[in-house]
């Protein structure tokens, strides 16, 4: 059989009189019942693709307008696989469905020859070199495709390969003491990606359709397997001025700023700031020098869930149907963190705005309150969500320092009047933030992390979606409207993503 010509079987994208003809005038006879087609409109256009499925039609080739478990072969055009597979995912379509993700020659050549051609090789899309296309694909150490999107990756908290996810952080730690956001970022990612892994990488083809590894990480990678450790890592560890931001920022109100201004006054040590008359320390500051050795280390989930307790019989003796939630990594079901961070709400509108200052007073009044910093609600509920990845939200919260009784070792605290002053308590970090009831899905969501998964969220609804999220609320540009939610399931249903739950969210 003669071939048909690529141009009669595939058009430029204009309007043709085949686009005035609906498959409803005429019964085509379907030959090939073990074939069904889905052709993507994705990079084609809606003229092109109705011209297309009329003229498979025509040859007796099943088609469905819409991507259906009876669908065998996805038909794509100027797409790669990866492209396919996330904007598949973002279109809530094709989960579970097994079938061929082919490219349009594959259609081509069917069309020419009357009958589904052979699928080769060459007919697949392909994520990289090595890689099959089909969407029902197994993920492998030899081909991966993974999303670029932390929100669309489900990310446990054991890192199987955290020799290297450590040696990235460590270098986008540096990056970020440099304030030099770009690169910071370009590691953050490269990490992240890297921590959602589920199989241990043991060459470098296992970074095959893997995004955000460029030449760079690329290279950390391939000297760890090499040797077992990077030089790089290793050089960045020992350089002062990194050992001397590391120190400065572990200390509670300390920044880059102030950790910059206090490197280039010569200082090096906690004990050489503590012996500066010259330099004033704010509020913070001081407090967090003073019980620097309880801040430091870590808090554990005992510590945490006790925390939680005592906060939340304060709460619920002021406002009885009050909700307390122990958010941050705690939530994500880690087991030691550096602070808490509670959530408070109440579904009684207005009824949460004197929490706060209630409980933080009977702290005081239990003799539990070492250090209190409020901050007074700028919440606008008309205020549309904020352009900046990482910008803070607006809620009413409270910077404190709490005792935690009955510790089961006692603490040393060479810090006060005495030297030899053993206590009986543990100097714990404690943030309090006050939720409106409507906003409370939104604050939960954006206060349980990861930060990489916030970004990484806020960024999708930007880019993928055109709207505009953040810790208050949902924004749909397209529609002009806020989008409420009841629970963060229903955040993540706005967003056409698959739920994952909080463990899942370790990016």
């Keep these: 059989m003669d071939l048909i010509k690529g141009p009669a079987i595939v058009p430029k994208r204009k309007k043709t009189k085949h686009l005035?003809?609906?498959?409803?005038?005429?019964?085509?006879?379907?030959?090939?019942?073990?074939?069904?087609?889905?052709?993507?409109?994705?990079?084609?256009?809606?003229?092109?693709?109705?011209?297309?499925?009329?003229?498979?039609?025509?040859?007796?080739?099943?088609?469905?307008?819409?991507?259906?478990?009876?669908?065998?072969?996805?038909?794509?055009?100027?797409?790669?696989?990866?492209?396919?597979?996330?904007?598949l995912q973002v279109n809530n379509m094709g989960n579970n469905t097994k079938f061929n993700l082919l490219?349009?020659?594959?259609?081509?050549?069917?069309?020419?020859?009357?009958?589904?051609?052979?699928?080769?090789?060459?007919?697949?899309?392909?994520?990289?070199?090595?890689?099959?296309?089909?969407?029902?694909?197994?993920?492998?150490?030899?081909?991966?495709?993974?999303?670029?999107?932390?929100?669309?990756?489900?990310?446990?908290?054991?890192?199987?390969?955290?020799?290297?996810?450590?040696?990235?952080?460590?270098?986008?730690?540096?990056?970020?003491?440099?304030?030099n956001k770009g690169p910071c970022l370009a590691f953050l990612r490269a990490s992240s990606v890297v921590k959602s892994l589920t199989f241990s990488i043991t060459a470098m083809r296992d970074l095959n359709g893997l995004p955000f590894l460029g030449d760079e990480m690329k290279a950390i990678i391939e000297e760890i397997l090499e040797d077992g450790k990077s030089s790089r890592v290793l050089d960045i560890m020992n350089e002062e001025r990194f050992k001397s931001f590391k120190l400065f920022t572990s200390v509670f109100g300390v920044g880059l700023?102030?950790?910059?201004?206090?490197?280039?006054?010569?200082?090096?040590?906690?004990?050489?700031?503590?012996?500066?008359?010259?330099?004033?320390?704010t509020k913070m500051q001081k407090y967090g020098l003073l019980y620097y050795e309880d801040i430091a280390s870590s808090v554990s989930r005992a510590e945490a869930t006790a925390i939680d307790k005592l906060v939340k019989d304060i709460v619920w003796k002021l406002v009885p149907d009050a909700t307390v939630t122990l958010t941050g990594g705690f939530r994500r079901g880690k087991k030691i963190g550096h602070d808490v961070d509670l959530l408070i709400t109440c579904p009684r509108k207005g009824k949460e705005k004197n929490i706060l200052h209630n409980t933080v007073r009977i702290l005081e009044n239990q003799d539990l309150l070492l250090f209190c910093d409020i901050i007074e609600?700028?919440?606008?509920?008309?205020?549309?969500?904020?352009?900046?990845?990482?910008?803070?939200?607006?809620?009413?919260?409270?910077?404190?320092?709490?005792?935690?009784?009955?510790m089961n070792r006692s603490l040393r605290n060479s810090n006060e009047s005495s030297e030899n002053v053993i206590r009986s308590w543990k100097a714990i970090r404690v943030d309090m933030v006050v939720?409106?009831?409507?906003?409370?899905?939104?604050?939960?969501?954006?206060?349980?992390?990861?930060?990489?998964?916030?970004?990484?969220?806020?960024?999708?609804?930007?880019?993928?979606k055109k709207m505009m999220l953040d810790n208050h609320g949902l924004y749909d540009k397209t529609k002009n409207v806020f989008l409420k939610a009841k629970t963060e399931e229903d955040i993540f249903m706005h967003l056409g993503l698959d739920y994952l739950e909080p463990w899942e969210r370790n990016a």
């Design 257 to 281: 700023k102030t950790s910059e201004k206090w490197y280039r006054m010569g200082l090096r040590t906690l004990e050489e700031i503590k012996m500066r008359e010259d330099i004033k320390l």
């Design 20 to 87: 005035q003809i609906s498959s409803s005038v005429f019964n085509y006879e379907i030959k090939f019942k073990e074939v069904v087609l889905f052709i993507v409109e994705r990079k084609m256009g809606t003229s092109r693709r109705n011209f297309l499925m009329e003229l498979a039609r025509k040859r007796g080739f099943g088609i469905e307008n819409e991507l259906r478990d009876s669908v065998t072969h996805v038909v794509a055009e100027n797409n790669t696989a990866l492209e396919m597979l996330e904007w």
């Design 435 to 464: 939720v409106p009831y409507e906003q409370f899905a939104y604050a939960l969501l954006g206060w349980t992390g990861s930060r990489q998964f916030e970004r990484d969220l806020r960024r999708y609804a930007t880019h993928e």
């Design 103 to 179: 490219d349009i020659t594959w259609f081509t050549e069917s069309m020419g020859a009357g009958f589904p051609v052979e699928i080769q090789r060459r007919h697949q899309l392909k994520v990289q070199q090595d890689c099959s296309a089909s969407f029902n694909t197994t993920v492998s150490s030899s081909c991966v495709q993974v999303s670029q999107y932390a929100c669309q990756r489900r990310t446990a908290l054991q890192d199987i390969n955290r020799i290297f996810t450590d040696a990235f952080d460590i270098l986008a730690e540096n990056y970020e003491f440099c304030q």
């Design 377 to 406: 609600s700028t919440f606008d509920e008309t205020k549309l969500p904020s352009r900046h990845i990482d910008a803070l939200d607006h809620f009413q919260k409270c910077f404190t320092i709490l005792k935690l009784q009955n």
